[in-house]
């Protein structure tokens, strides 16, 4: 008997599934028959009732007289299969559940999106279509909705069928079904039930979310252009993300007790759901729209914790409390970790721009990350990545300091209760990378060794490894350093370090490093603000100071730190007030003395004061003196000294203004100073040092005093620029100025002209009428008087050139009257000028250690990742190298290592189009640059090098100019196949004009190559 009852349910459940199909099978019939578009109405209604819960009335309104009594008949067929009952409520639910989690829905969907949606769809009534047609999608499965709707976005799905029809029904279903009825926030609730998943095994089930999130995030993909702009990336992550949050929040608010089996079973299938879709949102690069609508809730859930005044402590709230545990399982079903370091980042920066404290930042990661911390991966992304290789705010450092390294909130750190060796470790790890000169100095590493050791005792520098060692020695090399900056973010290191060691005796190596009030920004963030207490201990300097020597007796002029600010004081009001007075401003002592003298003593005073006074009303042009008082650099020496100090403004614009007419001149000196003064050129800031709107003046001056280095001692400079070019402790706006300098040096010496005075010897004998070497005047009549004319075949003129005029005989048809006796060459009046290449013999120079570098991956140098726009502006600088080489041996030599550079994969198959295009443009370059009969003398010897980069650049630029979506890049392969067609051809005339070449097809090509180009006339 037990076992007829468990058949029983199965025969029941076998029946409606028949009857289910039978029903789908004679709808899809009566529509395949249908010749009007109320029948196929009629026919989808008569599904619909047995679904969902319909009114004949709403559907009857929307089609014609005579088919509504079928419709108020409803379920009818085909009249000789009889009309079936609809079913009651509590079957519609298993009619419901078959439909939808069997093979109907599969089929029967089919036929909705491509046959109605492409033949009928468009002339339904709009509460025909909701209710017979949407209705389908609206109030169906979720799951089972997306995996049937979202293919339909790609126009090969559809078939024969309009593809512009499917496609766009199915757009408005996704805006319908996922945006304005939440549907996703209905897949959670299916996820979390697992109603539709039990008899799955859990690896069937994680198979089923993955391909149901992966299909769910690629639809602003699929999307078209014209589709709704809900479906753009923007507004769709947006929705997606508040929906899948609200449906966690839902669903973790049902549930007290989180050790509750039923609340383990409903949340794994939510919250695995939600990690996949986070990490493939944050795959497609949304991450910043998907945290836009996480930080504001639990922000506002952190928020409420902590000014709650609840015995417990914030990480049990957290822990128990409904509504606030799911964050702390939402990162940990991200399962990739690059898309968790992505989030990471995001929220840290996105967090630095609101009002975010250190307690309220602590606990917000600790709620994201903390069960995952431990995780290698994740805490190499915190220790390593984020301390070392990002560079953050100083609020983000804070927050990773106390999460990542002390693992305590911020209020707790000063009791002894943080992470003594986690806190070692990660200082220790600082400073062996920051002592070393090579690595890059910037002002994050600094603020990250500043911040951990200001939560270090004394014992626990002891701890930690060679600290003193390599804090000294990273403190003294930056010192030593010109740049301003870097030697303050050393001083203030020192006194953090000397605070630690003696608190009572602090080291002030910088003024500007005020006891207390250390800015960490380094004056980069916001600027800093002059303290009322530093003003009034300012004011009381200024009167002790004016105690104990007589100087100024009107107002007293203080400078007040960095910022240029002045306190004056005036004796007769005590009052004080800041005034910014010109910097500038010269007083002379002479001046102050007697002035000085005279207030004193009245007894000095004697009759000249009237003359004195006089003299002083004369006129006096204060221009000659400030014209004398500027400085002037004559030295090459002083113009380094100068560019080093980029804390003298005044001193580093003089320097920009003589340092190209200096390096022109070419003193001796420069042959010595030319590697310190390129470096000074190349790391002095313009716009720290200039005026405000003058900073392409300054620019401007830089590159051509650069420009003129390289150009005029490329040896000595060059060798310089390639060690900035790939150091660290160089920008990308640097690295794309040395390669523009380099440029513009490579064609200034390639168009060298040389200018030679013309040689004009006296008359030797002066008493003949004609000279003896001058030609007699013989000849027909109405000749003219022979004429000297110049000649530039060499610089020096051994012999004499005449011409005269000659009357034109009957008989001529050539045009002209004149007739040259001698070479034919252009005259000048006073000099002859010159052109020549002098840049062949610098080629290698220029090239040669550029191309080395270009593939390894430094500290803070990556060229084929994340600096491409530097790889890019290196392959242009080397195509104008090479172009600059053009005919001569020097290209025919360099040819070859370049186009193994540029035959890499990682080179000519970039991701970005900007690098592909400069390879285009550069092998262009090498064909115009190779001589053709280097060409022929190549493929007729048999040079494989020469032949296969040949052949590589004709089969890449026509697989560019064929499948390359960039246009640029197809315009630019398109000129490299004519200019490579044009060099085939000169290259085929140099081996028929050779005597040694019998070939009858020769290739230029090796002949494992599958294109070939014949070369014309040596077929016949």
């Known amino acids: 008997m037990a076992i007829e009852g468990e058949e029983s349910p199965r025969k029941k459940r076998a029946e409606l599934e028949r009857r289910v199909l039978e029903r789908v099978e004679h709808v899809i019939s009566s529509i395949d028959d249908a010749k009007h578009v109320d029948q196929v109405i009629i026919a989808l209604h008569s599904l619909a009732v047995c679904l969902f819960p319909l009114n004949p009335d709403s559907v009857s309104g929307s089609v014609d007289e005579k088919y509504r009594d079928e419709v108020r008949k409803c379920p009818i067929f085909k009249p000789e299969l009889g009309a079936v009952e609809i079913p009651s409520q509590d079957e519609k639910a298993e009619w419901w559940r078959v439909f939808y989690k069997g093979s109907g829905f599969r089929v029967f969907s ?206 049990e709230i957290f822990e128990s409390r409904p509504g606030f545990r799911f964050w702390l399982k939402i990162i940990e079903a991200v399962n990739d970790s690059h898309s968790v370091e992505r989030i990471a980042e995001e929220l840290l920066r996105q967090l630095a721009t609101q009002k975010v404290n250190e307690v309220e930042g602590y606990w917000i990661l600790w709620m994201l990350f903390s069960r995952i911390y431990k995780h290698p991966s994740v805490r190499f992304t915190f220790m390593e990545k984020f301390l070392l290789w990002k560079v953050f705010p100083t609020c983000c450092l804070i927050w990773i300091i106390h999460f990542a390294v002390l693992e305590c909130p911020p209020q707790s750190a000063s009791s002894k209760s943080y992470n003594a060796r986690s806190l070692s470790d990660a200082v220790h790890n600082l400073i062996v990378a920051w002592s070393r000169r090579e690595f890059v100095q910037s002002s994050s590493t600094e603020q990250q060794i500043c911040l951990c050791l200001q939560q270090m005792t004394k014992e626990d520098l002891d701890a930690t490894k060679d600290a003193l060692h390599l804090i ?18 050393a001083s203030s290191i020192a006194l953090v370090f000397s605070k630690i060691i003696d608190p009572n005796n602090p080291l002030y190596l910088d003024d500007s ?73 010269i007083i002379d002592p002479a001046e102050l003395n007697n002035e000085h003298t005279l207030q004193e003593g009245s007894d000095y005073e004697s009759d000249d004061s009237e003359t004195s006074s006089a003299s002083s009303l004369q006129p006096y042009d204060l221009t000659d003196d400030d014209a004398d008082l500027k400085r002037k650099f004559t030295q090459l020496v002083d113009v380094v000294g100068a560019l080093r100090k980029s804390d003298d403004a005044e001193g580093v614009e003089k320097a920009l203004d003589v340092a190209e007419k200096l390096i022109r001149a070419s003193p001796d000196e420069l042959k010595y100073l030319a590697g310190d003064l390129g470096k000074a050129l190349v790391q002095v800031r313009c716009f720290e040092s200039t005026v405000e709107g003058e900073e392409d003046s300054a620019e401007e001056r830089r590159q051509k005093a650069l420009v003129g280095l390289i150009a005029t001692r490329p040896l000595e400079s060059l060798e310089s620029m390639h060690k900035l070019l790939y150091s660290p402790n160089v920008d990308t706006s ?12 490579a064609q200034e010496l390639a168009n060298t002209r040389i200018l030679k005075s013309e040689h004009r ?39 004499y050139s005449y011409e005269r005029e000659l ?195 020769i290739t230029l090509f090796p002949v494992t190559s599958n294109t070939t180009i014949k070369i014309p006339f040596l077929n016949s």
């Open 761 to 799: 010897p006296a008359t030797l004998i002066s008493s003949s009428n004609q000279p003896w070497f001058t030609p007699r005047n013989d000849g027909p009549p109405g000749a003219g008087s022979w004429k000297e004319i110049s000649s530039t075949e060499t610089p020096l003129n051994w012999s």
């Open 472 to 489: 000294l020695q990273g403190i003294s090399c930056r010192l030593e350093n010109p740049v301003y900056l870097i030697r303050k973010m």
């Open 734 to 745: 640097q690295r794309i100025m040395i390669l523009d300098v380099m440029t513009d040096a």
């Open 110 to 315: 089919r036929v909705l999106l491509y046959d109605v949606a492409s033949n009928w769809l468009a002339c339904f009534p709009a509460s025909a279509r909701k209710h017979v047609y949407d209705a389908f999608f609206v109030d169906g499965c979720a799951t089972e909705i997306v995996h049937v709707v979202v293919p339909c976005l790609q126009p090969g799905e559809s078939g024969s069928y309009g593809s512009t029809a499917v496609i766009s029904n199915a757009e408005r279903l996704l805006v319908i079904c996922l945006l304005d009825n939440d549907l996703v926030c209905q897949m959670t609730r299916e996820f979390a039930g697992n109603c539709h998943f039990e008899d799955l095994s859990h690896e069937q089930v994680k198979k089923a979310i993955s391909a149901t999130s992966q299909l769910i995030t690629s639809i602003p993909d699929k999307a078209r252009r014209e589709a709704p702009a809900s479906l753009t990336p923007r507004l769709f992550f947006k929705n997606l993300t508040s929906q899948l949050l609200h449906g966690v929040e839902e669903w973790d608010l049902k549930f007290v007790d989180e050790s509750d089996v039923a609340y383990n079973n409903h949340m794994n299938g939510v919250i695995l759901f939600i990690g996949e879709a986070f990490a493939r949102i944050s795959r497609r690069g949304s991450t910043d729209i998907m945290l836009r609508e996480m930080i504001p809730k639990i922000l506002e859930q952190v928020r409420s914790v902590l000014s709650s005044t609840s015995d417990l402590a914030s990480s």
């Open 807 to 1001: 009357p034109s005989k009957s008989s001529q048809t050539r045009k002209g009257k004149t007739q040259r006796w001698s070479l034919k060459h252009p005259t000048h009046d006073s000099q002859l000028e010159w052109s020549q290449n002098s840049f062949p013999q610098y080629a290698a120079v220029f090239m040669l250690p550029a191309m080395q570098g270009h593939d390894q991956k430094r500290h803070g140098v990556d060229l084929l990742g994340r600096d491409f726009v530097v790889l890019g502006k290196l392959i242009h600088t080397l195509g104008v190298c090479i172009k600059c080489a053009a005919m001569h041996p020097e290209a025919s030599v360099l040819a070859a290592p370049l186009l193994d550079m540029l035959r890499s994969r990682e080179i000519s198959h970039h991701a970005e189009a900007y690098v592909r295009r400069s390879v285009l443009f550069t092998a262009s370059c090498i064909l115009v640059a190779l001589h053709p009969s280097f060409v022929a003398s190549a493929v007729a010897e048999g040079n494989i090098e020469t032949s296969e980069g040949l052949d590589w650049i004709h089969r890449w630029a026509l697989k560019v100019a064929e499948s390359d979506t960039d246009r640029d890049c197809h315009t630019l392969a398109v000129g490299c196949l004519q200019l490579h067609a044009e060099m085939a051809l000169q290259a085929s005339r140099a081996l028929e004009s050779s005597s040694s070449t019998t070939a009858q097809g």
């Open 513 to 585: 490093c005020q006891d207390e009030t250390i800015d960490w920004d380094f004056g980069l963030a916001t600027p800093r603000e002059v303290s009322a207490t530093a003003i009034v201990l300012g004011e009381e300097k200024t009167q002790e100071r004016e105690s104990s020597s007589n100087q100024i007796a009107g107002n007293e002029i203080q400078k007040s730190g960095e910022k240029g600010v002045h306190v004056s004081k005036s004796r007769k009001n005590k009052e004080s007030a800041f005034n910014i007075i010109d910097p500038d401003e």
